[in-house]
């Protein structure tokens, strides 16, 4: 049974800081693409930040120089930093396994208010 499980989530002021993480079980992990999306209320889904199998990664434009992914094969886990938040960064925030077929997480909320 495939679970991803991500925990961290809450209410921070603009300009504050979170770490995302995402705990798999039930894939090999290390062969997977990992990714950290978001969904504000109406929105769509979107990609925040990709690392692949091998380490590469990628951001949106929006978070770029702000937010940081990484992974640890050994723990099973992706962690997202997030720096500088703002207001419009509140969403759900997902984590997705990728590799033939993708799982999801169930989401945790990030909320940036003062």
């Known amino acids: 049974q495939v679970q991803l499980v991500e925990s961290g989530g809450g209410l921070v002021q603009p300009g504050g800081s979170l770490r995302l993480s995402c705990a798999a079980s039930?894939?090999?992990?290390?062969?997977?693409?990992m990714g950290w999306y978001r969904q504000a209320p109406g929105k769509q889904r979107d990609l925040v930040a990709l690392?692949?199998?091998?380490?590469?990664?990628n951001y949106a434009e929006s978070v770029k120089g702000r937010f940081t992914i990484s992974r640890d094969n050994t723990k099973n886990t992706v962690s997202l930093q997030m720096n500088s938040l703002k207001p419009e960064d509140t969403a759900i925030y997902y984590c997705?396994?990728?590799?033939?077929?993708?799982?999801w997480g169930q989401g945790t909320q990030v909320t940036v208010s003062s």
């Open positions: 690392i692949t199998n091998d380490g590469r990664t």
């Open positions: 039930g894939i090999r992990f290390s062969m997977y693409n």
């Open positions: 997705k396994a990728e590799r033939f077929v993708i799982y």
